[in-house]
């Protein structure tokens, strides 16, 4: 069974940084596409950046420059390291896997797997 745990998210100040985790356990991230989902309260679940397979990376406009989508095979982890924070980045990030790597994009549609969530709160 497929299971993603996020961990790192927090309270940071505008300017700030932060490094979100997402423990991967039944499959292997070294043959899935991986992603992180953010979700603002009022608002739908929007796309912030994934990884294929090949390492293979796209992101949001609005987090390019700003943060970056990696993972670690050995450790079965996906990662995101978000810089420059912005009161806009608040809310609860979510790890999302896909097997159908053909269908990888931004859109919620393409993943099957999903974590909790970690809560982000950025203060300006």
């Known amino acids: 069974q497929v299971q993603l745990v996020e961990s790192g998210g927090g309270s940071v100040q505008a300017g700030g940084s932060l490094r979100l985790s997402c423990s991967a356990s039944?499959?292997?991230?070294?043959?899935?596409?991986m992603g992180w989902f953010r979700q603002a309260p009022g608002k739908e679940r929007e796309g912030v950046a994934t990884?294929?397979?090949?390492?293979?990376?796209r992101y949001a406009d609005s987090v390019k420059g700003r943060f970056t989508i990696s993972q670690d095979n050995a450790k079965n982890t996906l990662y995101l390291q978000m810089n420059s924070l912005e009161s806009e980045d608040t809310g609860m990030y979510y790890c999302?896997?896909?097997?159908?790597?053909?269908?990888?994009?931004?859109?919620?549609?393409?993943?099957?797997?999903w974590g909790q969530g970690t809560q982000v709160t950025v203060s300006s």
């Open positions: 999302a896997a896909t097997t159908y790597c053909y269908l990888l994009s931004l859109r919620t549609s393409s993943f099957e797997y």
């Open positions: 990884i294929d397979s090949r390492g293979i990376t």
């Open positions: 039944g499959y292997t991230t070294s043959s899935a596409c």
